[in-house]
């Protein structure tokens, strides 16, 4: 590990025993711990008006760690933070588990993964802006009917596409790309949970919303 790179995990680990000076009381739900935080002003801000003033908080970047998963508020406007303790076959709604797509009652007709172990954040934001870029495209088109008439229907190509960025363990992760993904506000310091009520968390599950015009 290089001196750059040790220092980036230095100060990424100090920042998560940082007292915020305020101390939320969360409802477990069934016993799982889930709930949203606000997302930074900026990225609430890049949001096209029309989708940052209705009235439920909707989707299109999950970003997990070890395994894959993907309160009304205005939507893209917070975080939603998932620590789960159950392995994905125990992962169910009877239990108290739950994900964006099917709280809204969203259909995914494109799931793009993106696995990473400990690429830099320079490959990383490379990876991320061409995905982007791929998205914008397909939400624009006009070539395809499907998602041209999902669009006039009331159900634009964001809404139907989720991005699961799959990271292989938060150890070996490069903590400099955690702070690419606090910049599109799917990553906060200080809110993951290494136990709830006894038991060890085995993944990490952040969902937001990201729609942004370009």
Known sequence: MSQSTNGVETAWRRR???????TRKVKLTKGNFITEYPVPTPVHSA?????????????????????????????CSHMRYSAATVDPDDFTEADGWSLRPKLY??????????????????????????VMLNIRDICKTKQSKYWRRAAEEGMPGWQRIVVALIVDGLEPMDKSVLDILATVGVYQDGVMKKQVDGKDTVAHIFEVSSFSVG
């Open 16 to 22: 998560q025993t940082i007292k915020r000076g305020v």
């Open 47 to 75: 949001i096209e008006a029309k989708y940052a003033m209705t009235s439920t908080t909707e989707f299109s970047w999950v970003y997990l760690i070890q395994w894959f998963f993907q309160a009304l508020t205005s939507p």
């Open 105 to 130: 009652n969203r259909q995914t007709e494109m799931l793009i993964a993106v696995t990473s172990y400990n690429e830099d954040k320079t490959l990383y934001a490379r990876t991320l802006h061409g």
